[in-house]
């Protein structure tokens, strides 16, 4: 039988293998687990790379410059000199901060400050209760909050454990594993199909290799690797075709490399290196609740000072002072903002993940309401990640194919409505010259061949390969691949590769009943086809086979016997690859998912822009582009190299897509967005997405397909790996913002209203009405489950039909400040006006009760008035939260409790509270629903009229 054409290697077990050197071990283990590198300080600057521009070198210049002849490798005494030069070959890392650290960082902000000054107020005079209960709130608050930011900062953790843990290297004239951290500039490495490369280095030999390289530069299909390949220095990174780089996976052939560049030094350091350095702003939300808890500081220090001066003038004891003073100090600050917040965020983030997106920091939530633009990666992100053929021209007709991806279904269409035609001949060609297999839809093998192998099932019914004899595989210097089978007529020979380069060899062409010899006419027409594929950003695969004649199939066959004695048989089977007969054309494309472009749709219809980020070629990003809909210039790399930052923001508005960029260009991507008060959301899946994930305001990770790093610089992981899902995200963010809103109108409400009521009292000669206890109370009872009940809200229809909200617009703008103030103001006058008459009229123990429960009922009515700013509470929606309803029953038997019940009157100070005296507070308290509802309908008459 003839054998394969491609000489095979030795295997490690036929290699002698006397003494290992030092710090290596001889055995035949492959990488195998992740390792974990430890946990290190980061340094201050990038290191310095044993070589630059290694890619623009040859390869004699590098092995003098870094003191090493590849077929020998290092000595021991050339490791140990490049290792106290270059160090270890691992990524250092921050640490992490402890659970201690973390969990101090949560009594940092000002309300729970000033929170935390009251009990401590509380407890020296006396009050042990009262501090007791602010302790609780505050505690709350601050374990609800710790379980998300623990887990914050991973991401270095996360590439640490994408290096292999051992490397094949040659070291002295020898073969040997060593671990991947001892790895060191000029190191002689070598590779096999299915490993990941330990650190960069240029490729000395290259035997049909191809590396996927797209963690790192986006690529969405594996690089066909060349040795020999002459470049200038400014060839970016995609295009550096006689380059390996740490963690990229060799998909097909073998290699050896000169290690160039280890640990920070390399491009995946340098990618660790910027994730460490970039930073995390804090979201608009956390920024104004910080300002809004200062400026409640600063009220409640200047209203406790004036109350306590106006009681000292008065005459009042110190103690009295003192204990009017905490409880103005309570009332002011609204101590169950923060726990509602996070509580209102914690159930949205928690609904988001039955939505398939998982938001890791509680406080990120409210900034997708806000995102102004999506920066998207294209591979895996807007498109499947899966080679699909698209278009066929076969017998000079031409012909649609339908269907996704790797999944068998779909049909083939004649764009001339003329009967299908015969597909054998080709279906027998993409099978026979393919190495790829499928399971289900896991691809073993190149992405390209698994694409044609699912043509060939839908062309015609699956037809047993033929036996192969030998083959030729691809590079990228003939840019073909070629097969040759044995046939009842002699020696059958497929081929597939680049049509520029394939044309030139194919003498015939493929017609429905002849092959006929094919002319200019015929060429051009084959030419102009495949340059409609390349404008249409598909690639374009020429399909070919030749039939030898009885004698080329004898000489074949001698050729094959004396393989062992000939050093070039592959060119003599090479030159059997002429006087082809075309078969068909086929355009390639990793297909958008069909969910992206509604999606965008969505986005366009919100006031959102998408931007494609790609490492893919600019032609293959506009096209895409178009079919998702995505409408503006199209830039590379190279172009954004020649722009600076200013020119970059005053442009990047007009920009829909960034093609053959690199991880830097992201950055500088995101941050010109930024530059224009752009709230950015970035979404991506490899290693090189993560600085710009975790410089965006929102970084969108992939969970399926997404590599840690990503999925860990990332404030979002989208678990179906489905850019849709981030429309229904955002949606959730906007109802969440704004349920939150509904819920600070309700509590400043409440907060003003106490206020008032505790600061006005004394002033008009009344005991003070609450108790801090009570006051805390009311902020349990009413700012606990009724507000968190807010949170479940539905939205408005028209919620994803306006723009985004400005980051900087206020939480409290004039008009809803003006609205909070007479909700205030009327539950003063109504309490103190309760107050004031029962005292005329029965005991000061039962009209402060009845003041209290007035206030209280003033909140079960107030609620309403905050779940609607503009239209009445008497809505769709009025009914459909049951968590509200179940809140406000609950609200009213607890008051009932605190009233009634002998334990909770001498917890609460609260006596002589008659049931006849409820009618009263209910028809005060109800007085705040029914004055807003009137408001509103005279609101809505103006506007109509």
């Not at 005494?77 to 973390?102: H, K, M, Y």
């Not at 334990?903 to 008659?914: D, E, K, P, R």
Request: hydrophobic content about 45%.
């Amino acid at each position: 039988m003839i054998g394969n054409i491609i000489t095979a290697r030795p295997s490690v077990s036929q290699i002698k293998q006397p003494k290992a050197p030092p710090g290596a071990r001889l055995d035949n283990q492959r990488f195998g687990s992740m390792l974990i590198m430890p946990i290190q300080s980061a340094p201050a600057s990038s290191p310095t790379p044993a070589l630059s521009h290694t890619h623009a070198l040859d390869v004699e210049e590098i092995s003098t410059r870094l003191g090493v002849t590849p077929a020998q490798g290092l000595d021991a005494a050339a490791v140990r000199q490049q290792r106290s030069v270059f160090g270890d070959n691992t990524l250092p890392q921050t640490a992490i901060r402890s659970r201690w650290r973390v969990l101090i960082s949560q009594f940092r902000s000002t309300l729970i400050l000033v929170l935390l000054g009251a009990a401590l107020l509380s407890a020296l005079i006396g009050n042990l209760k009262d501090a007791a209960v602010i302790l609780t709130v505050v505690l709350i608050n601050a374990l609800v909050s710790f379980y998300q930011e623990y887990r914050a900062e991973q991401s270095l953790s996360a590439l640490k454990a994408m290096l292999p843990p051992q490397a094949c290297v040659r070291r002295e004239g020898l073969r040997c594993n060593v671990d991947a951290s001892e790895l060191v500039p000029g190191d002689i490495v070598l590779l096999e199909a299915g490993d990941r490369v330990p650190a960069d280095g240029r490729i000395i030999v290259a035997a049909g290799l191809e590396i996927d390289e797209s963690t790192l530069t986006g690529e969405s299909i594996p690089t066909r690797k060349d040795a020999g390949a002459a470049l200038s220095q400014n060839t970016t990174l995609a295009e550096r075709h006689n380059m390996a780089y740490m963690n990229t996976l060799l998909t097909r052939g073998r290699a050896e490399i000169i290690v160039s560049a280890t640990g920070l030094a390399s491009e995946m350091g340098q990618i660790s290196l910027a994730l460490a350095n970039s930073r995390e702003a804090p979201t608009p939300l956390q920024e104004q609740l910080d300002r809004l808890g200062k400026k409640l500081g600063l009220i409640a220090i200047v209203l406790v000072g004036m109350l306590a001066v106006l009681e000292w003038l008065r005459g009042e004891q110190l103690a009295h002072i003192v204990i009017n003073a905490i409880a103005l100090g309570v009332a002011a600050i609204p101590e169950g903002l923060p726990v509602v917040v996070t509580v209102t965020l914690a159930l949205g983030m928690h609904k988001m993940a039955k939505q398939h997106a998982i938001v890791k920091r509680l406080a990120s939530v409210e900034t997708l309401g806000c995102t102004t633009v999506i920066c998207s990666d294209k591979t895996g992100t807007l498109t499947l990640n899966q080679m699909t053929a698209r278009t066929l021209w076969y017998q000079q007709r031409h012909f649609a194919i339908s269907g996704q991806g790797y999944q068998p279904a779909g049909e083939v269409t004649a764009l001339d409505a003329a009967p299908l035609p015969d597909f054998s001949t080709l279906s027998s060609a993409l099978t026979a010259c393919n190495d790829s297999h499928l399971n289900g839809e896991q691809v073993i093998g190149d992405p390209m061949e698994a694409a044609l192998r699912v043509l060939a099932g839908k062309l015609s019914a699956p037809i047993a390969s033929p036996v192969r004899l030998a083959e030729v595989p691809f590079d990228s210097r003939h840019k073909y691949m070629a097969t040759f089978h044995a046939d009842a007529g002699g020696i059958l020979l497929y081929v597939k590769g680049a049509p520029d380069v394939l044309l030139n060899l194919c003498s015939h062409i493929q017609l429905a009943d002849r092959v006929q010899q094919m002319d200019q006419a015929g060429r051009e027409a084959a030419l102009q086809h495949y340059q409609q594929l390349a404008a249409q950003g598909l690639r374009g695969l020429l399909i070919a086979y030749r039939q030898l004649t009885p004698d080329q199939s004898a000489k074949f066959a001698q050729q094959g016997e004396r393989r062992d004695e000939r050093h070039d048989e592959q060119a003599a089977q090479m030159a059997h690859v002429q006087h082809l007969t075309l078969l068909g054309l086929i355009g390639l494309q990793d297909p958008p998912r069909q969910e992206a472009g509604r999606a965008i749709a969505h986005c366009k219809q919100a006031g959102i822009a998408v931007k494609m980020i790609t490492g893919d070629h600019q032609t293959t990003g506009q096209a895409i582009a178009n079919q998702l809909g995505l409408t503006g210039h199209c830039i590379t790399g190279a172009e954004l190299d020649s722009m600076s930052d200013a020119e970059l923001a005053a442009k990047v508005d007009e920009i829909a897509v960034f093609a053959r960029v690199s991880p830097a260009h992201k950055v500088k991507i995101v941050a010109a967005l930024q530059a224009k008060a752009h709230v950015v959301a970035m979404t991506g899946d490899g290693v090189n997405d993560a600085p710009a994930l975790k410089t965006a305001d929102i970084g969108i990770a992939m969970g399926k397909n997404g590599s840690a790093v990503a999925k860990e610089a990332a404030t979002m992981v989208l678990t179906d790996d489905n850019f849709a899902t981030i429309v229904s995200a955002i949606h959730q963010g906007r109802t969440l913002y704004e349920n939150i809103l509904k819920f600070v109108r309700f509590q400043l409400s409440t907060t003003i209203g106490a206020v008032l009521t505790v600061f006005v009292a004394p002033l008009l000669g009344l005991p003070a009405p609450f108790t801090p206890i009570q006051i805390l109370w009311i902020a349990i009872i009413m700012d606990g489950p009724p507000a968190i009940s807010l949170a479940l809200d539905p939205a408005r229809d028209d919620i994803m039909a306006q723009a985004p909200r400005s980051q900087s617009e206020a939480v409290l703008t004039a008009p809803r400040l003006s609205r909070i103030l007479a909700y205030g103001a009327t539950m003063m006058v109504g309490t103190l006006g309760v107050l004031a008459w029962e005292l005329q009229h029965g005991s000061p123990e039962r009209a402060a009760t009845m003041a209290f429960t007035t206030f209280v009922l003033f909140q079960f009515f107030n609620v309403f008035n905050a779940r609607n700013e503009r239209h009445s509470a008497f809505n769709g929606h009025f009914f459909t939260n049951r968590m509200l309803w179940m809140s406000l029953l609950a609200v009213l038997s607890l008051q009932i409790i605190a009233v009634h019940w002998p334990i909770a009157q001498s917890l609460f100070h609260t006596h002589g509270m008659a049931w006849s005296d409820w009618p009263i507070c209910i028809a005060v308290a109800s007085s705040i629903w029914l004055l807003e509802e009137g408001r509103k309908w005279l609101f809505r008459l103006c506007c109509r009229a």
